[in-house]
């Protein structure tokens, strides 16, 4: 939860509004993802993110 | 006393770096510990190390730093895919469950880790971020012997610049400019690195190398249609023939198409000179754009020093041409340039900036600057060796260091293949004489036997000289001190030997076998050399070796080459030197004062070196 809240103060003080939507609909996604795969590795072949 | 420690970690290059009120007083990269190269792992060991060397534990910390900010990354990514939709959604369903599972929690998941090194945080220890490029730059800025200078800061990317430019003056480091994602020098070097079929963040160091064997004949091309170069050094990346951003490769099929071949198959296919050609001119482009960055901020500003870190900066040939381009009067450049150093950055900007500490002149401590020669690594007692190679059932003599030096200096006047174990540990990717395997640069075939008999390693990379510090203008082109080996400059032009019209027509590879100099094992194929001069303040038993070398030889200068095989990480302990000695053609080994031959050597200790480590 702490995570969630220190990630509005960022986008509040970053004044990111925009990415609300996006984040929002990533988490839902993104928590969907995670939820029905067993393990999140990083596939990239240079650690861009 | 205020202690603070920096973590560089969970992307590659893990390191940590301890300061105690400002000092340096320890640094080293994880993978030394875990033997995994380039590993992105907690750096666990290289902390614990840090922290023993200075004798603290966890909670004597006053602050820990880490050296990027994960939310501003994680900010650029969610504007990435954005700005490219719908395309990259292979990538974004990749790297979402990624982030949301882990790396936003790397706040979380650094207190975890921390707690748990001996007793753990004490309640008042902060933790702070730092920003990726500050990071670098503060790691060039503060242990350089200027006052002010201008900082330069290139790499693939961080939080999202790519490249970024710093006033730094006094105890502070003031941002001016700064280059963004996707458009970065680093990951257009990386993009080659990957379409010549070698590793990324990884293989740089091949297509620098490999690239005198080519010609530049690429270079109008990708200005063209690749890179948008400004005047001022500004420069965009047609993102159409690139697939960093929103996939899950570098370069896509209109790379390809743009140079008329497929990407080059890793390990399997053959180098040709198509590749080659890739190489010197991508080497080039990179040169240009760095040297119009120079040259633009040293019209634009008064100051006449510039500090240099970040990835990029480890392209030896272009801080060469920088340096002699003169646009500024002097260079420093980090020798932990990589994402290593930025543990080193980030605990300094605390310090300086955080705390506001001043910061205390550099430029007359030993070796010049405050990184006491990068020896910041650990070291081993006498006794503590013995009591090692004896356990890993090494036999060895015993020897006072003077007696040591000579025997070693007589076995590389012999032609022998030498380990040479002294010392600290170097930080950064360069061996530096504290852990370095040495040859006799007069030999014709030390390059080639050093290349496949004991690095195990393709036979077209250049090997670099060690030179007396004093000596470095009798052998190279170069008027002053390269501690780092950082700089390459052209052996001296009455060292060279002449070519014939046959050796003047040979191309790519068989360049090789031509002997261009009186110090051929160091003298690639276009004379350059990248040099390192060995101080005697900052490390005396090494320059004790070239010395008796010299005096037996007439020659101040040894190959230097890093003690490990390919894709193993550099040795650490005297463990790892005796495997790797029992694991190649190397003839002896000086650990300390202890002196190991093979020949004295139980044949049933050597085990096959050549596949134990992944390819890098």
Redesign the interface.
């Known amino acids: 939860m702490s995570?969630l809240i220190?990630?509005v103060h960022?986008l509040v003080a970053?004044k990111?509004y925009w990415?609300w939507p996006?984040?929002i609909a990533?988490?839902l996604?993104?928590?969907l993802?995670?939820l029905t795969?067993g393990s999140?590795?990083?596939?990239?072949?240079?650690?861009?993110? | 006393m205020a202690a603070i420690l920096g973590i560089s970690a969970f992307y590659h290059d893990s390191a940590a770096a301890l300061l105690v009120d400002g000092e340096i007083i320890a640094a080293a990269q994880e993978e030394r510990f875990t033997r995994q190269k380039h590993t992105p792992d907690y750096p666990r060991q290289a902390i614990d190390y840090c922290l023993a060397e200075a004798g603290l534990k966890m909670a004597d910390l006053d602050q820990v730093v880490f050296y990027d900010k994960p939310f501003l990354k994680f900010e650029r990514l969610l504007e990435t895919y954005a700005s490219f939709a719908p395309r990259g959604f292979a990538s974004f369903r990749k790297a979402v469950p990624v982030w949301i599972k882990d790396k936003l929690f790397q706040k979380t998941h650094l207190l975890e880790e921390l707690n748990q090194h001996d007793g753990g945080m004490d309640g008042k220890t902060e933790l702070l971020f730092s920003e990726h490029h500050l990071s670098h730059a503060a790691s060039a800025f503060y242990p350089s012997p200027f006052d002010e200078a201008l900082v330069l800061t290139l790499d693939g990317v961080g939080e999202r610049a790519t490249t970024a430019v710093f006033l730094g003056k006094g105890n502070q480091l003031t941002p001016l400019r700064e280059i963004n994602f996707p458009h970065s020098l680093g990951l257009l070097y990386s993009a080659f690195t990957y379409y010549l079929g070698f590793k990324v963040n990884s293989g740089e160091y091949k297509i620098m190398g490999l690239a005198p064997y080519g010609e530049p004949r690429f270079v109008d091309l990708i200005l063209d249609k690749l890179v948008d170069l400004k005047p001022d050094g500004s420069f965009r990346l047609d993102q159409r023939y690139f697939n960093y951003a929103t996939g899950l490769t570098m370069t896509n099929r209109r790379f390809a198409d743009l140079f008329g071949q497929p990407r080059r198959e890793p390990e399997t296919e053959d180098l040709a000179q198509f590749h080659m050609d890739m190489a010197a001119s991508v080497q080039a482009v990179t040169e240009r754009i760095v040297l119009a960055l120079v040259q633009d901020l040293a019209r634009e500003f008064d100051t006449r020093n510039l500090c240099l870190a970040g990835g990029v900066a480890l392209n030896c040939v272009a801080n060469g041409k920088v340096l002699r381009d003169g646009a500024f009067d002097r260079i420093w450049i980090q020798p932990a340039s990589g994402d290593a150093g930025c543990a080193l950055g980030a605990a300094q900007v605390a310090w300086h900036m955080e705390q506001d500490q001043p910061r205390l002149p550099q430029a007359d401590r030993p070796g010049g600057d405050g990184m006491k020669g990068s020896y910041l690594g650990p070291e081993f007692e006498q006794a503590d060796i013995e009591t090692r190679l004896r356990a890993a059932g090494a036999e060895f003599h015993v020897l006072a260091p003077a007696a040591l030096s000579d025997r070693a200096a007589t076995d590389l006047a012999e032609g022998k293949a030498v380990g040479w174990f002294q010392g600290r540990m170097e930080f950064g990717p360069r061996a530096l004489g504290g852990r370095s395997i040495l040859g006799d640069p007069r030999s014709p075939t030390m390059q080639k036997t050093l290349n496949l008999k004991v690095k195990y390693r393709e036979s077209f990379r250049p090997f670099a000289p060690s030179v007396l510090k004093e000596r470095v203008s009798e052998y190279f082109d170069l008027n002053e001190p390269s501690p780092y080996m950082l700089i390459v400059a052209d052996v001296q032009k009455a060292r060279r030997k002449q070519m014939s019209e046959a050796d003047q027509a040979l191309f790519g590879i068989d360049k090789l076998n031509v002997q261009r100099s009186d110090i051929p094992a160091i003298t690639h194929v276009d004379y350059s050399a990248r040099v390192q001069s060995v101080d005697h303040e900052t490390n005396p038993r090494y320059h004790d070796l070239i010395s008796r070398f010299e005096e037996k030889t007439g020659c101040a200068v040894l190959i230097n080459t890093s003690f490990n095989v390919r894709g193993e990480p550099i040795v650490c302990t005297p463990e790892d030197a005796f495997h790797c000695f029992m694991g190649t053609d190397m003839d002896t080994l000086a650990v300390g004062n202890c002196y190991l031959v093979k020949g004295e050597q139980d044949p049933a200790l050597a085990e096959d070196y050549t596949s134990k480590y992944a390819l890098d």
């Open positions: 995570i220190e990630l960022f970053r990111k990415l996006m984040l990533l988490i996604i993104g928590g993802i995670v795969q999140a590795i990083a596939p990239f072949i240079y650690t861009v993110f």
